[in-house]
């Protein structure tokens, strides 16, 4: 199983930017689709962008696309989530997901581990 450490959360202003990693232990890193999700409070967890093994694959929802980008380094275990343009609205806590396949997929139940969370807050 694939253990999950996040970290580059913070507060920004609207408008700015930040650097989300996700660092992985085990093995199985390379061979497994990733992904991103987030929970501001009061809501549910919503996802965020997801990649596929060897980065073949990503996708987003359709409220971060074209401002998020999702990659990842399998030399480093490390996947990314870069957040340019960001909003009032993109607070939230973020996790970073380790996928039960090789695919990228936006359903949380097709993801096996589970980082802790970091959180990011945007002001306005």
């Known amino acids: 199983q694939v253990q999950l450490v996040e970290s580059g959360g913070g507060l920004v202003q609207a408008g700015g930017s930040l650097r989300l990693s996700c660092a992985a232990s085990?093995?199985?890193?390379?061979?497994?689709?990733m992904g991103w999700f987030r929970q501001a409070p009061g809501k549910e967890r919503e996802f965020v962008a997801a990649i596929s093994r060897g980065a073949l694959t990503t996708f987003y929802s359709d409220s971060v696309k074209g401002r998020f980008t999702i990659s990842r380094d399998d030399a480093k275990n490390t996947v990314y989530l870069q957040m340019n343009s960001l909003k009032p609205e993109d607070t939230a806590v973020y996790y970073c997901?380790?996928?039960?396949?090789?695919?990228?997929?936006?359903?949380?139940?097709?993801?096996?581990?589970w980082g802790q969370g970091t959180q990011v807050t945007v002001s306005s």
């Open positions: 997901a380790a996928g039960r396949t090789s695919i990228a997929t936006r359903h949380d139940t097709d993801f096996a581990s």
């Open positions: 085990g093995r199985t890193f390379r061979t497994v689709g």
